[in-house]
């Protein structure tokens, strides 16, 4: 009988070698590679390449596209190869290992009832399982048959980087044991043998001792079981049964802890910081007397593209997004890496029509959802960035994608799509947050087989509707109160050609209250009927609880793209008040149910028509924020006009169709303080430039924190609009400020181009 280890499996060389592609990729490796990882492979200033070490993943894909991409955060470079290269030297580097692939002759049906009896609970494979040891799914392609077998046998001969065994004595005499994840000189993290997560600083630890030695205890196995689960582990995993999922003791993000995440200011639980939309934080201790004094504590490098995230923190762990749908947990502390998740990007999706930015997560239990550029959703486990479950929202090949963070709700996760300039039609979906599996659909403009909304198809002339766009684009927001969803709309298509779409084309350029256990629409309000602007309408649907005309109201604030501030009442769309809050020069006013005034001469012609503000708007996307104390709403603003253009084109779906564009002119920006209850500024900060994507930040101390399209992160008096602070990023901000605290100290965050910044006060 023999005795073995079944833990920390260590991702090796594993697919099938090409032998035709090993000697050009020999060539190429000597040439491009050699100089880091020595001529024979065996390392120098980069890692040996022969023990099968593949820390930042193992199958083909991953080794291909880090020869390509690069691998963020450390030395290794993208390489200025094709696809066909990269894969020669693969094929070279894959004959490194020696012996031949060995057919796998095991029961793999055995196999997997051993796996569960004895290794799911360190191990995951096909998104159940444990925590402490690596995520199994794919070493099919990371090991041969043979390397699995000395794996499984010696497991303590080649342990995991990020699942070593660690042993901390802390300086108050208590004693961890569990896998390093990570370590520096001045910190450690680690995870003990319970699952829990220890975000560790050397200054408080005694001692830290590393025993070349496995964490699980000998299990004894049968002759013949090895191969088994050599078997088992070779086959794909099946479709998984998720219906039971038990969030870990914890780490687990309630539905009613995000109802209530206000209350928990060291934490940023959603996007928006609360599901209101709000964007604000309780936090106090950065004030206008002291904030001269914030400084740099730490930064995090995504390694290159446009960063458009915000970050979401839990409980001292703080989960980011890069553009790529890439991903990492830090230490909010010390920004210190605790996982990295890479999903590979197909090839082919620039070729559709694809937005390629993310800006951020969903958390709810101990899950995080992340929706990906090719419109997929997937779900990873927070502690350590494993895969649960994965599901096709739609196909990106008819020009769909995702680009923004999804709402989590009570048990459901909330996502919509990119559509107004691909001939798509938008929707929202609504997802089991356990399973995956789609629960319901609207549709931002009906189908032709809803008779339900047979009155918004006919606001569409002919066949108009069939390609109308509407694009889901932003993440929403709730009200837990009234228990309704609230998401918006953007523009119909084409965009600048109306002529060949007749009618206030419902339900584009609007709000939508859905019911989230149906998804059926309880009202709507349209800004903009028949947009000929592109003026998308998905800018934050703000909820606050404020008095108008002398009573006490529930509104849905928001400063539209159209160039209009609007206050609804948010149980009904009754509209409230609308006034301009930049320039516009399009519409005569608001009529008395909120629609607007058009005035002539206004639409886009061949020739071209000049109009405020521009196709990007007044405001966009960008976060606004809202303090409850004084009831002041904060916005950045652009003061931008433009000359329209239409011109017809043919629709093909999944294909540019905007019908012509803009030429604007050079303007301004500004952060501005608008009071909700007269629609009136308050005061105006000007900036240089205005910015689509840079938004604002209120904190309890009384400081508003902006970023800026010239890259600085500038505060301000929130009361008085006064310049307090700036720093200057060094590249254009395109998201949003927030902020945590973990020990009772507060931090500001905001990510750059490519760099993720973090302040503190000394």
């Not at 446009?306 to 909010?332: I, K, Q, S």
């Not at 002919?462 to 694009?471: E, F, L, V």
């Not at 008085?720 to 998201?735: C, F, M, P, S, V």
């Amino acid at each position: 009988m023999k005795r073995v280890v079944l833990v920390c499996l260590f991702a090796s060389t594993g697919l099938a070698q090409h032998s035709e592609a090993v000697a050009p990729g020999r060539a190429l490796f000597q040439k491009m590679c050699s100089g880091c990882h020595g001529a024979n492979a065996k390392g120098g200033r980069g890692s040996d390449l022969t023990t099968g070490n593949w820390r930042w993943g193992g199958s083909d894909d991953d080794i291909t596209r880090n020869i390509l991409k690069g691998i963020p955060g450390t030395q290794m470079p993208a390489f200025p190869m094709s696809e066909s290269e990269a894969r020669s030297v693969l094929a070279f580097l894959r004959t490194l290992s020696g012996a031949a692939e060995e057919a796998a002759a095991g029961d793999a049906g055995a196999g997997g009832k051993l796996f569960a009896a004895h290794c799911a609970r360190c191990h995951m494979f096909g998104g159940k399982g444990g925590r402490l040891g690596p995520d199994l799914s794919a070493i099919r392609e990371e090991k041969k048959t043979a390397e699995l077998r000395r794996a499984i046998t010696h497991p303590s001969e080649s342990l995991r980087p990020g699942f070593e065994t660690v042993e901390v004595k802390r300086r108050d005499g208590s004693l961890l044991r569990g896998a390093r994840r990570n370590e520096d000189t001045f910190s450690i993290q680690l995870m003990d043998e319970a699952e829990k997560l220890h975000l560790l600083l050397k200054k408080d630890v005694a001692e830290a001792r590393s025993p070349k030695q496995s964490l699980m205890p000998e299990i004894p196995l049968q002759p013949g079981q090895v191969d088994d689960l050599i078997a088992f582990l070779k086959r794909e995993p099946a479709a998984r049964d998720f219906t039971e999922w038990k969030p870990a003791a914890d780490f687990n993000v309630t539905f009613a802890r995000l109802k209530n995440a206000a209350q928990e200011p060291r934490n940023w639980l959603t996007y928006w910081g609360d599901y209101r939309g709000t964007h604000s934080s309780r936090l106090a201790s950065i004030t206008p007397a002291n904030v001269a004094s914030l400084r740099g504590v730490w930064a995090y490098q995504f390694g290159g593209g446009h960063n458009e995230t915000m970050p979401l923190v839990v409980d001292g762990l703080m989960f980011v997004t890069g553009p790529l749908n890439d991903a990492a947990a830090l230490d909010a502390r010390t920004g210190r890496t605790m996982w990295r998740y890479r999903r590979k990007v197909p090839e082919d999706v620039h070729s559709y029509c694809t937005v390629m930015t993310n800006r951020g997560f969903g958390v709810l239990g101990d899950r995080l959802y992340l929706a990906t550029l090719d419109t997929h959703l997937v779900a990873l486990d927070a502690k350590t960035g494993n895969k649960i479950w994965e599901t096709a929202v739609d196909d990106y090949h008819k020009g769909y994608s995702i680009t923004h963070a999804p709402l989590a709700l009570d048990g459901k996760i909330i996502v919509g799509v990119t559509a107004g300039e691909c001939g798509n039609n938008g929707f929202v979906d609504a997802y089991d947050a356990a399973t995956g599996k789609r629960l319901w659909r609207f549709w931002a403009i009906p189908r032709k087989d809803d008779p339900e909304h047979a009155r918004a198809r006919a606001t569409w002339s002919g066949n108009s509707a069939d390609s109308g766009g509407g694009p889901t684009w932003m993440t929403g927001t709730y009200d837990a109160e009234t228990d309704t969803l609230f998401w918006t709309t953007g523009n119909p298509s084409p965009d600048y050609d109306g002529a060949v779409r007749l009618g206030d084309n419902l339900y584009t350029c609007s709000v939508l209250a859905l019911d989230p256990a149906t998804g059926k629409l309880k009202w709507y309000f349209q800004f903009t009927p028949h947009d000929t602007h592109d003026w998308d309408a998905n800018e934050t649907p703000v909820l606050i609880d404020a008095e108008v005309r002398g009573r006490p109201r529930k509104l849905l604030i928001q400063a539209n793209r159209n160039g209009f501030f609007y206050v609804l009442d948010r149980t009904n769309g009754e509209f409230l008040l609308g006034k301009p809050f930049v320039k516009q020069t399009w519409a005569k006013g608001l009529d008395d149910k909120g629609r607007p005034i058009v005035l002539p001469n206004t639409d886009p012609t061949p020739e071209g028509n000049y109009a405020c503000p521009d196709a990007a708007g007044g405001a966009n996307w960008a976060a606004s924020s809202y303090d409850p104390k004084t009831g002041l709403y904060f916005v950045s603003v652009r003061e931008v006009c433009a000359f329209y253009t239409s011109k017809f084109k043919e629709v093909v779906p999944g294909q540019p169709y905007t019908g012509s564009g803009q030429r604007e002119e050079p303007g301004a920006g500004a952060i501005r303080a608008i009071d909700p209850a007269t629609g009136q500024a308050r005061w105006s900060f000007p900036l240089h430039v205005g910015n689509v994507a840079a938004g604002v930040l209120h904190t309890a101390g009384g400081v508003l924190f902006a970023g800026s399209g010239g890259g600085y992160l500038i505060a301000l008096d929130a009361r008085a609009g006064k310049g307090l602070w700036r720093y200057q990023t060094g590249a254009e901000i395109r998201n949003s400020p927030i902020a945590y605290s973990v020990d009772g100290k507060q931090y500001v965050a905001v990510a750059g181009d490519s760099t993720l910044f973090v302040f503190a006060l000394p």
